[in-house]
């Protein structure tokens, strides 16, 4: 995995995403319908250990981005398949990439936490094919490939989902106070 070093001013650091073109073969995926590339992008993922992948799209791509941007920070509870009861994930937004670690590294290590898991949004075939690709990476064996789409069930509930999810995001984001 090609990666490079890069965070932000009070966030996690993080190995770079790869682009998609170090993913997925475009020039293949250019010659399919919409509808073959989502299930290629899906059967694709459901055979990887560590990673999971998901469709959105053009308009809930277009949400997602815009509620990220304005609400990058958000905390959700994992239910722990290997333990018994939940522990907490931070989320922090990056542009497209979602940084996801535990709620205790990220208050003790701040910005040196280790992520547990990235989701990565590509809009490259979104003009081409009206679709957005999705992509999960799992860091850590606390996250089974179950529970890592859960979450990203879970991410997709709160910032794609009813308008009172979002407005929770809004409070917890702007005026914390009253979360």
Not at 5 to 33: H, M, Q, V, W, Y
Not at 142 to 169: C, H, Q, T, V
Request: with cysteine.
């Amino acid at each position: 995995m090609a990666t490079k070093a890069t965070s932000s001013l009070d966030g996690f650091n993080f190995p770079g995403p790869r682009a998609l073109r170090n993913i997925a073969k475009l020039p293949l995926l250019d010659k399919e319908s919409p509808e073959r590339v989502s299930e290629i992008w899906k059967l694709h993922h459901a055979e990887q250990k560590t990673a999971i992948g998901d469709v959105l799209t053009p308009s809930q791509y277009g949400t997602l981005m815009q509620r990220a941007q304005r609400c990058p920070l958000f905390v959700l509870p994992v239910y722990n398949t290997k333990r018994t009861g939940h522990f907490m994930v931070f989320v922090q937004w990056q542009d497209k990439h979602c940084l996801i670690t535990y709620l205790d590294d990220y208050k003790r290590l701040g910005g040196a936490a280790a992520p547990y898991m990235i989701v990565s949004l590509f809009d490259d075939l979104v003009k081409t094919k009206n679709v957005a690709l999705v992509r999960g990476e799992v860091f850590t064996d606390r996250l089974s490939k179950s529970g890592s789409s859960k979450l990203l069930a879970d991410l997709k509930k709160w910032y794609l989902g009813a308008e009172r999810n979002y407005d929770l995001l809004i409070r917890f984001n702007e005026r914390p106070v009253s979360y």
